[in-house]
């Protein structure tokens, strides 16, 4: 593919439909698999000519012609895929594509073929094609930047529609964990929908920094609960879900940690699922897991701890009818893990030390974990509480309590108080 000053061709791109039609490749080496797989996932019916043919080849759904190439091989084709280390049966494949006006990418030479492969990145339904004239290493760099871009949110690649209006085609709900705090550890899959969002409905301890990089045509509803101001019901949120996804729009629906972690996602999803509004719930990185690693605390270890508990600790663990079992949390799981429990520190630990937990029990509260202000507390089960308050931690924390906690990292920070871990 030349231009008439003798220089490489721009090219006119197009993306052919496969789908059921005959493709033929030309070779059975690794070229010619990485090539077959593309062409199988685009719907081709593959036909390989070669007499070696790579196992992971054979193994593919394809037409398998063991024998060297001839003539007459691209009957029928409308492409082919010329993938043999040898120039001169590559340059005969191209040569007999072009006789019969079939279209034919030459791995060896981009020049002497009809077309050229260019390099592909794929997000979500949008598929981005580079092509440098001839040049791979310049067109990879580019799809790799495009792809990068669009995997993190900062190019979206849907336009977004006005919240206002009436009934228009089906929208949909995301449930979205938007991870422990820090705006990078939400999953690639949750920043890309957050990018291409019509509505974010989102709580307090999400990643609210995420929210800057949104486009100004994007409706913002907070439904964080906090103290000491009007805060949206449940229900009330519920509401605005099904309500902006029956207009049309794309709801994102941005959580802390993980949607089913105390998140109350599945009472969301619930509401959506009876008012007939596509839901699907998108996992995140729960502080559960997350604030132990951030402190360097593994929740399990070989030879130290092999299962562990999460639980709740936002309600007095003394109230009856409680649905926490405090028996079998104090005498079982080696490791416990407690979200929601800072202003509640000294009523369960001294609960856990009743039912039976040592007082000695390594203890740590991770405060606002992953976030650049992070602190660490370490202490014991009898102790937590006092130094946890006299550090002046403030909620989000989370609480890990058991044998674990002597593993603590060096990984604080520098306003950490990283005391006695307790008797040794």
């Given at each position: 593919m030349t231009d008439p000053a003798g220089g490489p061709a721009a090219g006119y791109p197009v993306v052919l439909d496969l789908a059921g039609r005959r493709v033929v490749v030309v070779?059975?080496?690794?070229?010619?698999?990485?090539?077959?797989?593309?062409?199988?996932?685009?719907?081709?019916?593959?036909?390989?000519?070669?007499?070696?043919v790579h196992p992971e080849l054979a193994g593919l759904p394809v037409r398998v012609h063991r024998r060297r190439y001839a003539p007459g091989d691209l009957a029928g084709a409308w492409l082919a895929h010329a993938c043999t280390d040898?120039?001169?049966?590559?340059?005969?494949?191209?040569?007999?594509?072009?006789?019969?006006?079939?279209?034919?990418?030459?791995?060896?030479?981009?020049?002497?073929?009809?077309?050229?492969?260019?390099?592909?990145?794929r997000s979500g339904a949008v598929t981005v094609a580079v092509d440098s004239a001839g040049d791979p290493r310049r067109s990879v760099a580019v799809r790799?930047?495009?792809?990068?871009?669009?995997?993190?949110?900062?190019?979206?690649?849907?336009?977004?529609?006005?919240?206002?209006?009436?009934?228009g085609p089906p929208g949909r709900v995301w449930l979205v964990g938007g991870g422990p705090g820090d705006p990078e550890l939400i999953t690639v899959r949750g920043r890309r929908l957050l990018a291409e969002a019509d509505v974010v409905v989102v709580d307090r301890l999400a990643p609210r920094a995420l929210l800057d990089t949104l486009g100004p045509g994007v409706e913002v509803v907070d439904a964080g609960k906090a103290p000491h101001r009007s805060n949206l019901t449940q229900e009330q949120i519920n509401a605005v879900l099904v309500d902006r996804a029956r207009r049309g729009l794309r709801v994102v629906r941005l959580k802390g940690g993980d949607p089913f972690v105390f998140g109350r996602g599945g009472e969301e999803l619930a509401a959506c699922v009876a008012a007939g509004v596509p839901a699907e719930v998108v996992p995140g990185v729960s502080s559960a897991m997350a604030g132990p690693a951030a402190a360097g605390i593994p929740v399990t270890h070989?030879?130290?701890?092999?299962?562990?508990?999460?639980?709740?600790?936002?309600?007095?663990?003394s109230r009856p009818g409680s649905t926490v079992d405090w028996q079998s949390l104090a005498t079982g799981p080696a490791t416990l893990?407690?979200?929601?429990?800072?202003?509640?520190?000294?009523?369960?630990?001294?609960?856990?030390?009743?039912?039976?937990?040592?007082?000695?029990?390594?203890?740590?509260?991770?405060?606002?974990?992953?976030?650049?202000?992070?602190?660490v507390v370490l202490g014991t089960?009898?102790?937590?509480?006092?130094?946890?308050?006299?550090?002046?931690?403030?909620?989000?924390?989370?609480?890990?309590?058991?044998?674990?906690?002597?593993?603590?990292?060096?990984?604080?920070?520098?306003?950490s108080v990283a005391g006695p871990v307790g008797e040794r």
């Amino acid at each position: 593919m030349t231009d008439p000053a003798g220089g490489p061709a721009a090219g006119y791109p197009v993306v052919l439909d496969l789908a059921g039609r005959r493709v033929v490749v030309v070779g059975g080496g690794a070229v010619a698999l990485r090539r077959t797989r593309g062409l199988l996932a685009a719907g081709a019916s593959v036909h390989v000519v070669a007499p070696e043919v790579h196992p992971e080849l054979a193994g593919l759904p394809v037409r398998v012609h063991r024998r060297r190439y001839a003539p007459g091989d691209l009957a029928g084709a409308w492409l082919a895929h010329a993938c043999t280390d040898s120039a001169e049966v590559n340059a005969a494949v191209a040569a007999d594509a072009g006789a019969d006006r079939i279209v034919c990418v030459r791995a060896d030479d981009a020049s002497g073929g009809t077309a050229r492969t260019p390099a592909v990145a794929r997000s979500g339904a949008v598929t981005v094609a580079v092509d440098s004239a001839g040049d791979p290493r310049r067109s990879v760099a580019v799809r790799d930047a495009v792809a990068a871009l669009l995997d993190r949110g900062l190019l979206s690649s849907r336009p977004h529609r006005a919240p206002a209006g009436g009934p228009g085609p089906p929208g949909r709900v995301w449930l979205v964990g938007g991870g422990p705090g820090d705006p990078e550890l939400i999953t690639v899959r949750g920043r890309r929908l957050l990018a291409e969002a019509d509505v974010v409905v989102v709580d307090r301890l999400a990643p609210r920094a995420l929210l800057d990089t949104l486009g100004p045509g994007v409706e913002v509803v907070d439904a964080g609960k906090a103290p000491h101001r009007s805060n949206l019901t449940q229900e009330q949120i519920n509401a605005v879900l099904v309500d902006r996804a029956r207009r049309g729009l794309r709801v994102v629906r941005l959580k802390g940690g993980d949607p089913f972690v105390f998140g109350r996602g599945g009472e969301e999803l619930a509401a959506c699922v009876a008012a007939g509004v596509p839901a699907e719930v998108v996992p995140g990185v729960s502080s559960a897991m997350a604030g132990p690693a951030a402190a360097g605390i593994p929740v399990t270890h070989r030879g130290v701890a092999a299962d562990f508990a999460v639980v709740s600790g936002h309600l007095d663990p003394s109230r009856p009818g409680s649905t926490v079992d405090w028996q079998s949390l104090a005498t079982g799981p080696a490791t416990l893990v407690l979200l929601m429990a800072l202003e509640r520190l000294d009523a369960v630990c001294a609960e856990l030390i009743k039912r039976g937990r040592p007082g000695t029990t390594p203890t740590a509260v991770v405060c606002r974990a992953t976030w650049s202000d992070q602190r660490v507390v370490l202490g014991t089960l009898a102790t937590i509480a006092e130094r946890a308050a006299a550090a002046g931690l403030r909620p989000p924390a989370v609480v890990v309590i058991g044998e674990v906690v002597r593993l603590a990292g060096p990984a604080f920070g520098p306003d950490s108080v990283a005391g006695p871990v307790g008797e040794r």
